[in-house]
């Protein structure tokens, strides 16, 4: 189909269809005459795919592309790609303003979790700046701690790399790719909603900053 | 103390604190002379506070404004705060980019999930950004879907809304707001982290995309 028609069936206005071309985030159609390209099924997948990661994703137009090159040329193994996505996905190199022993605080939590695989350092270096805030807002944590989350988080990472199907490489690393990423914005609305309820619920309309 | 001491106590520079004295997210000093103001505990800890959100939580300086505003007068009650807090934090307004079907189909999972507390529509409008990104993408999600997820964060939820304090409102309004903000970088990087060592232990170095 023509660019037009692309638009129309992806509701992706012309103009922002060109700048994904232009950005190398969509690959060029098949020139039909010297200024008109066919776009085909595999266009429009990749649009969709496109606005999904720029919606709540929100990654930036760079992180994309590179989310794109993992997803088109996949690594060796469903770890290997984990490690290049989460790299690529964390800003890798981040990890310099962090002291040495906050990284140590992470990874021994890690340790304690009974997690054997080789730790990413870029997130580890997210985990580290996570604990070092809420440490130094002298937060208090739920009862059982990071290893409450921890716990609960490797279950539900069970049954997500479950999620991953076997028999076809691009399916797999699709899946996985995008798995990482569109279930963060997910659970950080759900986990709005459930605290909004539950503090209702708790508290009702009043509650501990009303007086007597 | 002055505000050399200030910078040596809580180890940010002395330039960067007198940006957040004109930003007005740190209270001004008492004035001891023309050109000198002491500092406070206060001081520190609200220090402390900014580079808490600055860091993993990765706020602007604009949303760290409307969030202390909100610790230093606290509505009536936790629930209203909680309100508060979400509309700040999740950049009220953007709901417009969302077809109403889209909404009401987040209502629905809402409802499903038996949260019975008026949902606040900015982060209604975050669930179902996630939701149609998901779709999108055509993603699929661990058995017991959306709802699996939903129970797990309520379950969450109630703890956390259990870890703040009766006794005092601005404690209450402070573990509220910064447990709101605070654990999400947490549980992004444990998920991480966990995804990574369920997939190393289900595939090995190898895995769908090795060949016989």
Do not use: C
């Not at 090159?69 to 303003?97: I, T, W």
């Not at 002291?99 to 054997?116: F, K, M, N, S, Y």
Request: aromatic share 2%; charged share 20%.
């Amino acid at each position: 189909v023509r660019i037009s028609e692309l638009s129309r069936r992806s509701g992706v206005a012309t103009a922002t269809i060109k700048y994904y071309l232009r950005e190398g985030l969509l690959p060029a159609g098949e020139l039909t005459a010297a200024t008109q390209a066919q776009y085909d099924d595999s266009h429009l997948k990749r649009l969709m795919l496109i606005r999904a990661l720029l919606g709540p994703g929100r990654l930036s137009i760079a992180t994309i592309k590179e989310v794109l090159e993992v997803v088109d040329h996949p690594p060796q193994s469903p770890l290997q790609l984990l490690g290049e996505a989460s790299v690529a996905l964390s800003g890798a190199g981040s990890s310099d303003d962090i002291a040495e022993a906050e990284i140590e605080h992470a990874r021994a939590i890690v340790d304690q979790l009974g997690w054997t695989a080789a730790a990413d350092p870029a997130v580890l270096g997210d985990l580290a700046r996570a604990l070092a805030a809420i440490d130094q807002a002298q937060l208090t944590l739920i009862s059982g701690g990071v290893q409450r989350y921890g716990r609960i988080l490797a279950e539900l990472a069970e049954a997500e790399v479950a999620t991953v199907p076997m028999d076809s490489p691009e399916a797999a690393v699709r899946q996985a790719v995008l798995g990482t990423i569109l279930i963060e914005p997910l659970l950080l609305a759900l986990r709005r909603l459930a605290l909004q309820n539950a503090s209702g619920r708790r508290f009702g309309g009043n509650g501990p900053t009303s007086g007597p």
